[in-house]
């Protein structure tokens, strides 16, 4: 069975609308995988209001939301998700790293959507919506066999890695996860081990990131490395720095696929098959 991955939103940290960011794209983080009659989405930054409004069009009634984390740039989307103020639509919305925080991701998207940030509350959406907090490391399986495994990431305030498995094919989505020169992840390799398509966090390359130590993200050349060392087949660069216009991202990209001929660079509205 195909598994489908299209990319709604590309960028990191803020949108950017502009006619500089045309052939990458604009939107904030936003992935979905169709798989086994399910539609898994990582992460709501902006480029999920154009995923819910396709959504409604091919009248899908269903989907899972996993959060890698609630940095704004990551739920920035959620309020303009048209699905979730239908009330034949159902949306089950996961995060696995505020188990630690008093109530959890319901509390964060509850006051999200409260004044003085957003007029419409929590309580009035017509979807039925499940807001579940998970174990780190713990296996979810969902309908049709979809197993998603994750692992934690460094960043401020906690973050969670992805990988979505069925019927020997995957995915990992791993965005906003900063490396140590010269210390692989462990974490990271493990779970990317032998994966069809890693979605990797590469908002610097290695000499920018001198420059931001601290700052919770990685590169594009530690994405190499790392699905080099985990005998993963493919790369996308993914999560790019709000500084990085088209012609940067191309020279990026050129690079990229000069150092491994598996690496590509994340566009908003590309799609990937792993039949």
Known sequence: MTMQVKFWGVRGSIACPTLRHIRYGGNTSCVEVRVADERVIFDAGTGIRQLGNQLLKKGVKSA????????WDHIDGFPFFTPIYQDSFSLVVRAGHLNHLEGGIRSVIDK????????????????????????????LTLPGGVVIRSCPLNHPGQATGYRLEH?????????????????????????????????????????EYLQHVGWGHSTWQEGIRLCRQAKASNLVIFHH???????????????????????MVARQGMVLSLL
């Open 64 to 71: 899972n939301l996993f959060l890698s984390h609630t940095h």
């Open 112 to 139: 999200q959507m409260s004044n003085p940030y957003f007029p419409v509350p929590i309580h009035s959406l017509k979807a039925q919506i499940i807001l579940e907090d998970f174990d780190v490391g713990t296996p």
């Open 167 to 207: 019927q020997g094919r995957s995915v990992c989505y791993l965005t906003d996860t900063e490396h140590k020169p010269g210390q692989p992840d462990e974490n990271i390799l493990a779970l990317i081990q032998g994966a069809d398509l890693v979605i990797y966090d590469a908002t610097y390359t290695d000499a």
């Open 241 to 263: 720095d709000p500084s990085h216009d088209d012609d940067t991202m191309a020279k990026i990209e050129k690079k990229a696929r000069k150092t491994w001929k598996r690496a």
